[in-house]
Antibody
Framework: EVQLVESGGGLVQPGGSLRLSCAASGFTVSRKYMTWARQAPGKGLEWVSL???????YYADSVKGRFTISRDNSKNTLYLQMNSLRAEDTGVYYCARGTIYESSGTYFDYWGQGTLVTVSA | QSVLTQPPSVSGAPGQRVTISCTGSSSNIGAGYDVHWYQHLLGTAPKLVIY???NRPSGVPDRFSGSKSGTSASLAISGLQAEDEADYYC???????????FGGGTKLTVL
């Protein structure tokens, strides 16, 4: 059974850092695309970052230069290092597994329950 | 502001059929990228309900269907049930942004 469990959220001051983890089971993270998405309070889902099977990484413009996605294959775990945090980064962060569809897109077929990040003084 | 535009809300009575639109542009849906749909209840994990424009994952009722044409896509839910009440998001890829993108989300209310 595929499972994704996020952790590492919490309260942090503006300008601070936080590292989110996403422990995967039931599949091997190194063989799939993995992504982070978030939902700010009262807002919709926003894609944040993705790492593909070749270790290429992609970021939304809103987090580029501040966030870093990575994975530890030995732990089968995905990470999101978040630096220079801002109030607008507040929200629930979800990790998800990506599957390529006919070379014309990627869909996210399994999601975690999310971890809450609050950036406030 | 999302690059994929969805209506903020739709509603329907039990048993009725509703559709949710997702309008993009020549750099995403119109460029040939597929559209995928998710159902999301606050506090829970989003759930994939349609992938590749019109395919249902195992376990998703055939009341859910999807289509794509030009720069737009649609999710249809027939035989509405109370359990369908949730937020629905479309998702695709944008070549100009080099990013995966979600629509702004549509709140479905079952009257």
């Amino acid at each position: 059974e595929v499972q994704l469990v996020e952790s590492g959220g919490g309260l942090v001051q503006p300008g601070g850092s936080l590292r989110l983890s996403c422990a995967a089971s039931g599949f091997t993270v190194s063989r799939k695309y993995m992504t982070w998405a978030r939902q700010a309070p009262g807002k919709g889902l926003e894609w944040v970052s993705l790492i593909n099977r070749e270790d290429s990484t992609y970021y939304a413009d809103s987090v580029k230069g501040r966030f870093t996605i990575s994975r530890d294959n030995s732990k089968n775990t995905l990470y999101l290092q978040m630096n220079s945090l801002r109030a607008e980064d507040t929200g629930v962060y979800y990790c998800a597994r990506g599957t390529i569809y006919e070379s014309s897109g990627t869909y996210f077929d399994y999601w975690g329950q999310g971890t809450l990040v609050t950036v406030s003084a | 502001q999302s690059v994929l535009t969805q209506p903020p809300s739709v509603s329907g009575a039990p048993g009725q059929r509703v559709t949710i639109s997702c309008t993009g542009s020549s750099s995403n849906i119109g460029a040939g990228y597929d559209v995928h749909w998710y159902q999301h209840l606050l506090g829970t994990a989003p759930k994939l309900v349609i992938y590749g424009n019109s395919n249902r994952p195992s376990g998703v009722p055939d009341r859910f269907s999807g289509s794509k044409s030009g720069t737009s896509a649609s999710l249809a839910i027939s035989g509405l049930q109370a359990e369908d009440e949730a937020d629905y998001y479309c998702q695709s890829h944008d070549s100009r942004l080099s990013a995966w993108v979600f629509g702004g989300g549509t709140k479905l209310t079952v009257l």
